[in-house]
Every structure is written in C-alpha cells, then in structure tokens.
C-alpha cells in the first residue's frame, strides 16, 4: 500500500461526492440535452460536472495527467506518472431517464493500472473505493466478489451483443434481470456480489474501467479480455477489445467456455 494511493483515494472520494451533489442539481430539473458525433447523448450536467472534476483534480495534483470523456484529449497524459481519468456521469442514458443507475467515476492510473478509484451513485448515496492492497468498499463496508465456479449456475449481467461477442449463446447461465446502463455500475455490481459476472462489448472506454477496475480486482476479482489478457489503461488508444469481470473460480470457467466456443 502507499501513501499516495491513500491519499488520492480521500482527495478523489471527497471530490466525487460534490460532483454528485451537482449531479442531483441537474437531475431533479431539466437540463438541455443533445447527440455527440457517435449518437450517444450528453447533457449540461456531463459538461458542468467535467469542469468541476478538472478544476478541482488539476487543482489538487497539478502534475498528474487527464483524460475524460467530455474533454479532448491532447496526449499529454502520456508524459505524466500518474493519470486522474473521469467519466462526469457513467450512464447518461439512465441519468437522462432519472433513473438511479448512473454514477460519477473517477479512477487514478499509473503503469497502465488502476491505482486508485470510486464510483458514487448521489440518488442513493452509494460509494465504492478501492486502493491497491486495501480491499474494496460500499459506505464503507468491505466488499467480495461471488464465489461462484460454475458458469451454468452463474447469475451474469450482459447484453445479447457481449454474449454473442463471447460465443456463449448456448451457455446456460442465468441473465441478470436488472440490466445497468453504467457499465462502471455493472462491473461494481461483481465486486460486491449481487452479480457473479459482467461481459461488455467492444469499445468500452479507459473512463468507463479507470475507477470500476481497482474495485473490482480489490474485492478479488478479475478483468480481462476474452484472450485473458489484462486490461491496461492510458495506452495509445483509450478504446478496449470486449472483456469480462468474474471472481477467480468463475473467470476460469467462463474462460474455458469462450475457448471452447470460439474454436
């Protein structure tokens, strides 16, 4: 464990909770709304909340690079040894829908990997926090993924497409009923053993993974892509291949069927 890491992880909690005070601002009015480039929808509050995150962070480790979704990205953060990388609102969708499955994330990133991280979900006053060699959290509370082994009588939360992606159609697993728009969500969801896994397509985002990754690996889990192969961040591109989060036992076993299925 470090120093910083404890350190980074109170400065990121504190700031991720006024973030999400600002949030719940937003969410209970009517903020304008409109379609990026590739049809996702972002809203006033992404855009009021990314400026408050970056004022805030840059403010507090000045040295430390940036990436968000809502902000360019001018390659900077290459240079840096340490990355603060924020998604202002993880779940738009749900969030322009006023739902309650969305989340302000914000993971702290060095050599690639989660270092540092928290997802807080204001509408119901929810907390994850991981550090590396600490374990990981919910208000407070350690969390642990499933010890479940069995891919047939695993509960997974996936879309039909990461299924398909995975080449487990014919798998029997149960599908989990509450499918989260969040993917930082979803994955918060294995670390804390409501669900015992989550596949996620192509394209997912190191703002998506930053904070949910060091969460997940803290409660004993693993992230991977379909290979098995780690996820490493703040690479050249910010985009991933598709990729799962299980526990240990259960990792290998859907592994296993991805192989099998694939060849």
């Known amino acids: 464990m470090s120093d910083i890491d404890r350190k980074d992880l109170d400065m990121i909690s504190a700031v991720a909770r006024e973030a999400g005070a600002l949030a719940l601002e ?6 304008r709304r409109w379609n990026k480039h590739d049809q996702s929808i972002v809203t006033e509050a992404d855009i009021a909340l990314d400026d408050l995150l970056h004022a805030r962070l840059t403010g507090y480790r000045p040295d430390y690079g ?17 990355v603060i990388i924020v998604d202002p609102i993880d779940g738009t969708r749900a969030f322009v829908e006023r739902t309650d499955e969305w989340v302000v994330s914000i993971g702290v990133v060095e050599n690639g990997a989660s270092v540092a991280g928290v997802l807080y979900n ?11 060699g ?17 891919l047939e009588s695993a509960k997974i939360a996936a879309s039909k497409k990461a299924i398909a992606q995975a080449g487990v159609e014919n798998a029997r697993f149960a599908e989990d009923r509450r ?85």
């Open 66 to 82: 940036w990436l968000s979704e809502e902000r360019p990205d001018d390659g900077s953060r290459h240079e840096a040894a340490r």
């Open 122 to 132: 204001p509408v119901r006053d929810e907390l994850w926090a991981a550090r590396s």
């Open 179 to 263: 499918f989260l728009k969040s993917l930082a969500h979803r994955l918060a969801r294995v670390a804390s053993g409501d669900v015992d896994a989550a596949l996620a397509t192509s394209g997912s985002a190191d703002w998506d993974l930053a904070a949910a990754l060091v969460i997940v690996q803290e409660a004993g889990g693993i992230v991977t892509d379909f290979e098995g192969a780690p996820i490493r961040l703040n690479g050249a591109s910010a985009r991933h291949p598709a990729f799962f989060a299980a526990g240990r036992r259960l990792h290998g076993a859907i592994l296993a069927a991805i192989g099998h299925e694939n060849t």
């Open 26 to 31: 937003y969410f209970r009015g009517d903020p």
């Open 134 to 150: 600490s374990g990981a959290t919910l208000n407070g509370a350690k969390l642990a993924v499933s010890d479940c082994s069995s």
